[in-house]
């Protein structure tokens, strides 16, 4: 590898800053990138999982970076080994592209033994970072390299996942973020598998065939280019509310006004079940076991599902993903 390839600083005022990370709640001040950064236009995956995992674990990480590439969907991953590691280096030997994110400094190879993943990804990929080169990796460094990893992927695929795992932070950042999380199922006895066992229970998307994922991952793609649009639309109209048609702040204000009384009046025609769910929720997706769990007894019986259902009818709870809820912020 070329050691001079150039280390850019990129922060959120440059126009090649990712979009999907100035979507998130608390994107990176600077990234620090040494080899190219993910296209817009492609669809970009996430596969993560065990570092010490198993040889189907491997074999499954190998198939589905090679399906990956071959099918020019960018792999995004943290370079680690194991999981990560495996399907990024088959996306890349598959003539695809990846990209790593580090703990630490982008002109430091971390984990040493990933090597020549790292030296491919800076010559085929990228490597990024929020944190300024020369940065050694430190435990605190990691879950929040991680909300990076999911906020560039139009979903995250877990292959092997122990109950308590970093691989879950992952998870949780990807939710909250309102990522699509997809499992490889496992043999119930073994521990590896425990993670994306339960994960699947809670309501997370299954992967039993990678062509199928790959027709959902397109609608995942262009359903996100679709709001990003829109996003920008009705930022540029409010830039320009102040002339011609478009709406006045006046306008805007009593529309408020008028949104928030009707949520008053919707609020106040809830039975005592829908609003005890209600207040069991929070702006932090949920599982419906969660959820479930913060309710007085009386109110966790099987009908919870549909109260949920009822109070996303009314606007004021979301289904983020199968099986995840959260509190409308708006």
């Not at 070329?2 to 005022?13: C, M, P, V």
């Not at 709640?25 to 990138?33: F, G, I, Q, S």
């Not at 209600?278 to 599902?305: G, N, V």
Request: charged share 30%.
């Amino acid at each position: 590898m070329d050691n001079q390839i150039e280390i850019r600083r990129i922060t959120k005022e440059d126009a090649s800053y990712p979009r999907r990370l100035r979507q998130i709640a608390d994107p990176p001040k600077y990234l620090y990138v040494r080899g190219k950064l993910p296209e817009e236009d492609k669809p970009s995956v996430a596969i993560i999982g065990a570092r010490d995992c198993s040889e189907y674990g491997k074999l499954v990480a190998g198939r589905l970076g090679t399906k990956m590439g071959e099918a020019g969907v960018q792999v995004i991953s943290g370079m680690a080994r194991g999981i990560d590691g495996i399907g990024q280096q088959a996306a890349l030997d598959a003539g695809g592209s990846s990209f790593g994110v580090l703990g630490c400094g982008v002109d430091i190879c971390y984990p040493k033994q990933n090597h020549r993943l790292y030296e491919n990804l800076c010559e085929r990929g990228g490597v990024l970072s929020e944190y300024v080169p020369g940065t050694p990796p430190k435990p605190q460094h990691f879950p929040p390299r991680n909300r990076i990893v999911s906020a560039l992927a139009d979903a995250v695929i877990v292959v092997e996942a122990r109950v308590k795992s970093g691989t879950l932070i992952t998870v949780d950042m990807a939710l909250e973020q309102g990522r699509e999380v997809y499992v490889v199922p496992g043999r119930i006895t073994d521990s590896l598998s425990a993670g994306c066992n339960r994960l699947m229970k809670m309501g997370a998307g299954i992967l039993l065939d990678a062509e199928e994922f790959l027709e959902e991952l397109w609608k995942l793609h262009n359903r996100g280019e679709a709001i990003e649009e829109e996003i920008t639309q009705v930022s540029e109209r409010k830039r320009m509310s102040t002339v011609g048609e478009q709406i006045t702040i006046s306008e805007w204000m009593k529309e408020d006004k008028e949104e928030e009384t009707a949520q008053k009046d919707i609020l106040s025609e809830l039975s005592p079940e829908c609003a005890a769910v209600l207040a069991a929720l929070d702006f932090y997706p949920q599982s419906l076991e969660q959820i479930r769990e913060q309710l007085p007894k009386k109110y966790r019986d099987k009908q919870m599902q549909t109260r949920l259902m009822r109070l996303c009818m009314e606007n004021l709870a979301i289904q983020i993903s199968p099986g995840y809820f959260c509190k409308n912020k708006s």
